[in-house]
C-alpha cells in the first residue's frame, strides 16, 4: 500500500448534490469550490448546486484523487480502519462519524428535528421504510454568507403577542389552547406542556381551516405597507416568501412559533436532539453525525409525521441569542478556533492564517479529519512524492496522528476541518 499507511494525507473528489432548493449557478457556494478545485468541473448558470458532501457516506462516498487509486473513502476506511485513530474507531465500530458539507440554500428546506439516538434505533425498528437507520442525527451549521434559518421555540411573550395581535394563527392554535398559554409567565413548569398542545392544535387542524385562516392572513399581510412597522413585527416578508414557496403549507404559520435567525459569517447554530429548526437563506458550512433520520414539521412535499413530531419537540422557549453556538480560541494555536458541540460524533476547526505567514503545520490530533480550503493557495507536504496542491475547494482526509505541513503564498488562508474530540 506505501502511500496508504498510516500517516497519510490525500486529497479527495467529493460529489456536487444538485438539488432543487440550491443556489443557482455561480451564485452557488458549492459551485465556486467545486469548480474552483476542479478545472473539469463545468457549471451551468441554470442549475442548483446544493449540497458539497466530504466523507464516506454509503449514499455519496467521497472518492480519493490523490494519490491516484480507484477507491473510495469509505472503502478505504473499511481496508484501513486505524487511520481513523484508535478512540474512534473503538467507538465507532470502524466508521467516519461525521459528515462535512457546504449548503447553498436558494429556497427554504422543511421545517424539520431530529431523533435522539434510543428515539432513533426505536423509530429504525417500528419503521424501517421511513426512518433509515438507528443513529441520532445532531447538525451543525456555520454561516459562510448571513445565513438565514429558524431554530427553537420563541420566548413565551413573543408567541402571546401573536396570539393576541394576529386573529388567523389564534384561530388555527384554537381558543382554548390560546387561553391556557395566555395565562402562562415565563419560567411556569407548565409552558412546554401549552405550547406542545398550541403546536399540536395546529399540526393537526382541519386542512380548509388551516387553508382559509392562512389566505386571510396572507391578503391582511401583502396588503400592510411593506416598511411599516407592523409589517415587521408580524414577520410579514419571511410569512409571504414563505408562502409564495410552498403556498398554503402549514410551515407559514411554524413562523410564529420559532425564533428567526441571522446567523454572521463565522456564527454558528447547533441542532441537537428533538429541536425544531429549518434553514431559509445563505450559505453554510455543514457538519453531522451520519444518519439520514429526519422528522418533518411542514414547508414540504413529503411526510409529516405528526405524532412523532409533536411527541419528540424540545418545547422550552429561548431567545434567538441563546441558539447561537460560540466557537472557543485555541490556546496552542492563534490560528485556530473550534466549534465544539456536545456530541461525540463531530466538532469543527475553523483555521485563518493571515498573508505572510508561509509555513504552517496543520498538527497531528487522535482522530481522522476532512479538511476543506475555503480561501488561499498553497501546497501541502512538498518534500513528499505525494505533494499536494490547496486551492479553494480543495479537500482532504488527514489520517489520525499525522502532521501536515503547509507552505503559503502571500494571501490569506481559510480552511474548515472536521474531526472527532473523544
Ligand atoms: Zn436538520
Redesign the pocket.
Known amino acids: 500500500m506505501g502511500e496508504y499507511d498510516r500517516g497519510s494525507t490525500f486529497e479527495l473528489r467529493c460529489e456536487v448534490q444538485q438539488y432543487a432548493w440550491g443556489k443557482i449557478g455561480s451564485a452557488s457556494e458549492v459551485a465556486r469550490l467545486s469548480s474552483s478545485a476542479h478545472a473539469d468541473f463545468a457549471v451551468a448558470e441554470d442549475e442548483p448546486y446544493a449540497e458539497l458532501w466530504m466523507g464516506a457516506h454509503p449514499k455519496a462516498p467521497s472518492q480519493i484523487l490523490t494519490p491516484k487509486t480507484s477507491l473510495s473513502l469509505l472503502e478505504y476506511i473499511k481496508k484501513n480502519p486505524g487511520v481513523l485513530g484508535k478512540k474512534v474507531n473503538n467507538v465507532f465500530k470502524g466508521e467516519l462519524p461525521f459528515l462535512l458539507k457546504v449548503l447553498s440554500v436558494n429556497k427554504s428546506l422543511s421545517i424539520?428535528a431530529?431523533p435522539n439516538k434510543s428515539h432513533a434505533e426505536k423509530l429504525f425498528a417500528e419503521r424501517p421504510d421511513i426512518y433509515k437507520d438507528p443513529n441520532h442525527k445532531p447538525?451543525m451549521a456555520i454561516a459562510l454568507t448571513p445565513f438565514e434559518g429558524m431554530c427553537g421555540f420563541r420566548p413565551l411573550e413573543e408567541i402571546q403577542m401573536f396570539l393576541k395581535e394576529v386573529p388567523e394563527f389564534r384561530a388555527v392554535v384554537g381558543e382554548s389552547e390560546a387561553e391556557n398559554i395566555m395565562k402562562c409567565k415565563p419560567g411556569d413548569d407548565y409552558v412546554a406542556k401549552a405550547l406542545k398542545s398550541c403546536f399540536e392544535n395546529v399540526m393537526k387542524c382541519n386542512a380548509e381551516v388551516r387553508k382559509e385562516n392562512l389566505s386571510k392572513l396572507i391578503s391582511r399581510i401583502s396588503a400592510m405597507d411593506q416598511e411599516s412597522e407592523s409589517f415587521s413585527k408580524y414577520s410579514g416578508e419571511l410569512l409571504l416568501r414563505l408562502n409564495s414557496q410552498f403556498p398554503g403549507d402549514v410551515g407559514c404559520f411554524v413562523v410564529y412559533f420559532l425564533n428567526h435567525i441571522i446567523l454572521k459569517p463565522g456564527e454558528a447554530m447547533f441542532?441537537g436532539a428533538n429541536e425544531p429548526?429549518a434553514y431559509l437563506d445563505g450559505n453554510c458550512i455543514e457538519c453531522m453525525a451520519c444518519s439520514d433520520n429526519?422528522v418533518r414539521a411542514g414547508l414540504t412535499p413529503k411526510l409529516i409525521d405528526v405524532p412523532t413530531l409533536c411527541e419528540m419537540l424540545n418545547y422550552q422557549p429561548a431567545t434567538p441569542k441563546s441558539k447561537i453556538f460560540p466557537s472557543i480560541q485555541k490556546k496552542d494555536d492563534p490560528y485556530v478556533k473550534e466549534y465544539n458541540p456536545p456530541v461525540d460524533d463531530f466538532a469543527v476547526q475553523y483555521i485563518s492564517i493571515p498573508k505572510g505567514v508561509s509555513e504552517y503545520t496543520i498538527k497531528a490530533i487522535d482522530s481522522a479529519s476532512i479538511l476543506l480550503v475555503f480561501e488561499g493557495e498553497g501546497s501541502a507536504n512538498k518534500s513528499k512524492p505525494s505533494g499536494l496542491d490547496l486551492r479553494p475547494g480543495a479537500v482532504f482526509f488527514i489520517s489520525a496522528d499525522t502532521d501536515v505541513a503547509i507552505s503559503l503564498s502571500e494571501t490569506p488562508f481559510i480552511a474548515f476541518r472536521a474531526l472527532c474530540i473523544l
Open positions: 424539520q431530529h447538525e441542532l429548526h429526519v
